[in-house]
């Protein structure tokens, strides 16, 4: 009964071998009957793919060279890039796929499902994504500048603009990082973008002010410091009548650099110059 056992066992051992070899067989004979029958078609798609990867990286180059004559910013250029090379590739494969007889219709539906799913679960990336090419292309601002965040009451100095998040480095140096999606939603006032600022300051005087001879320390004051800008014109003026005195304000121009310093050194300098009943600078 054992050796009779084991000589079945054998024998439908070697007919499971003998029927694998033949499904082998057969997938192979299949297979070399396809390329037969459409040996045409696929010389003629590999042709077409070999022609289309050689056209696809000439316009990627025609792409690059008008990317560097309008200055975009590096990483932009690299980001855009890359996704036209992707989606070259894809129509190239597709449409090699379609000259050798295969159905990309359905391929393409849960293509664009699944890109329609990804889409969704990443939506806030993808905002973020979309806001940094925006901020790279456009330049509502560009690192080294200062900037202020109105919708978040966030500002400071730009340190970075990645693809996804921009870097703030705050006065006393705490590092801030916005989502790109919120900045491009967000009004924001770039500080630093003009290469002169106004400064202004304003303070309250009594009502028996001498208006003539307040005008001239002032104007003395903002003529001594070399830091504010002769060829713009410096204003002093009442802004308001108030109950116990009025409200003076004194605007002048400065390089932007110097904005702070030169504002700073003028308060000082202006009381230094004035004593004034309930004096005040704000």
């Known amino acids: ?27 192979i004979d299949d297979i070399v009957k396809w390329f037969i ?25 025609i792409i690059k060279r008008a990317f560097d004559k309008s200055k975009i910013d590096d990483s932009v250029s690299g980001f855009l890039l890359s996704i036209i090379r992707v989606i070259g590739y894809i129509l190239v494969f597709l449409t090699a796929a379609t000259i050798v007889g295969f159905e990309v219709t359905s391929f393409v539906a849960i293509l664009g499902t699944a890109s329609m799913a990804v889409g969704l679960a990443l939506q806030g990336a993808l905002s973020n994504l979309a806001g940094g090419v925006l901020i790279l292309v456009l330049k509502p601002f560009k690192v080294g500048d200062y900037i202020v965040v109105n919708n978040n009451n966030n500002e400071g100095t730009v340190t970075a603009i990645d693809i996804f998040y ?44 001498d208006l003539r001879k307040m005008k001239e320390v002032v104007n ?11 060829s713009e014109p410096k204003n002093i003026f009442i802004a308001s009548f108030d ?40």
């Not at 009964?1 to 997938?27: G, P, R, W, Y």
């Not at 903002?222 to 800008?229: F, G, K, T, V």
């Open 1 to 27: 009964m054992l050796l009779e056992t084991a000589a079945l066992s054998v024998e439908e051992a070697a007919a499971n071998v003998e029927q694998s070899v033949d499904i082998v067989k057969n997938t």
């Open 37 to 61: 029958n459409k040996s045409g078609s696929v010389i003629a798609a590999f042709i077409f793919i070999f022609i289309g990867i050689k056209l696809t990286g000439l316009f990627i180059k």
């Open 166 to 209: 921009t870097r703030l480095l705050t006065h006393d140096n705490k590092l801030v990082v916005i989502p790109n999606g919120t900045l491009t939603n967000s009004n924001l006032v770039n500080v630093t973008s003009e290469d002169k600022r106004k400064f202004e300051i304003t303070i309250s005087v009594s009502y028996n002010t």
């Open 220 to 230: 003395e004051v903002l003529s001594a410091d070399d830091r504010i800008l002769e």
């Open 243 to 282: 109950d116990s005195g009025m409200t003076i304000a004194i605007r002048a121009w400065v390089a932007t650099d110097n904005y702070w310093s030169t504002l700073w050194d003028a308060k000082e300098n202006i009381k230094k110059r004035f004593r004034i009943t309930s004096f005040r600078l704000r």
